[in-house]
């Protein structure tokens, strides 16, 4: 099926510290979501996107839609250690004819507190 | 308090048994999903029902079989015919028909372990 490439697939973070992670894609998106899963818990809906060029926050979080519509990127601004976690994009294009197309999902980036 | 409930949250089953996964949700969502994660994997759909008593297959839908009688109710049978079983599964809800039904919200979760 087709793939969401997002990176990095892990990064250590300091308290205080800015992260920047992204997910690309070879064929076109009308929606970019970005979720955010703690260990044996289902993911968090933090963004969504639906145009390309949007530029959102929630909190300090910040993501955007890419001109190009083929990627999108999440900005955590000044982390604390509750940011610790996996970061999951989810890109969706609509289906030949209109219709709704699923969600597809990257690998995640999994953040982690600077030893 | 609107949400989605999976139960059990941790299952434990003998190889060669059938077991089927709760998920309800009081949303008033049309839509409702079964995904499959890996460690390090992102989430893997494996059925997906728009409506009552309509579903269709996902990505990885061998060895599965869903049913939707009730647009609370989407239950998953994991089937002896799953050579994988084990897995963390997990249930989304969205709605149907409007910008907003790109927005998948995701149950707790249930780990499934088979020996």
């Known amino acids: 099926g087709q793939q969401l490439n997002q990176s990095p697939q892990s990064m250590f973070i300091q308290e205080g510290e800015d992260v920047s992670m992204n997910c690309t894609s070879s064929s076109i998106f009308n929606t970019w979501l970005w979720y955010k899963q703690d260990p044996g818990e289902g993911p968090v809906l933090l963004i969504a996107?639906?145009?390309?060029?949007e530029l959102t926050s929630n909190g300090r979080l910040t993501a955007q839609f890419g001109i190009t519509r083929k990627d999108s990127f999440l900005n955590i601004s000044a982390s604390i250690p509750s940011d610790v976690g996996i970061y999951f994009c989810a890109g969706q294009h609509r289906n030949y004819g209109g219709s709704q197309g699923n969600l597809i999902f990257g690998k995640g980036t999994k953040l982690s507190v600077k030893p | 308090d609107g949400g989605i409930t999976q139960s059990p949250k941790y299952l434990f089953r003998k190889e060669g048994q059938n077991v089927t996964l709760s998920c309800e949700q009081n949303?008033?969502?049309?839509?409702m999903y079964w995904y499959r994660q890996d460690p390090g994997q992102g989430l893997r759909l494996i059925y997906y029902s728009q409506i009552v008593n309509d579903f269709q297959k996902g990505d990885i839908a061998e060895g599965y079989s869903v049913s939707r009688e009730k647009k609370e109710s989407f239950p998953l049978t994991v089937t002896s015919a799953q050579k994988n079983p084990t897995a963390f599964y997990l249930c989304?809800?969205?709605?149907?028909?409007?910008?907003?039904?790109?927005?998948?919200?995701f149950g707790p979760g249930t780990r499934l372990t088979v020996t």
């Open positions: 989304a809800s969205s709605r149907n028909g409007d910008r907003g039904s790109y927005e998948q919200y």
């Open positions: 949303l008033n969502h049309d839509a």
């Open positions: 996107l639906y145009k390309a060029g």
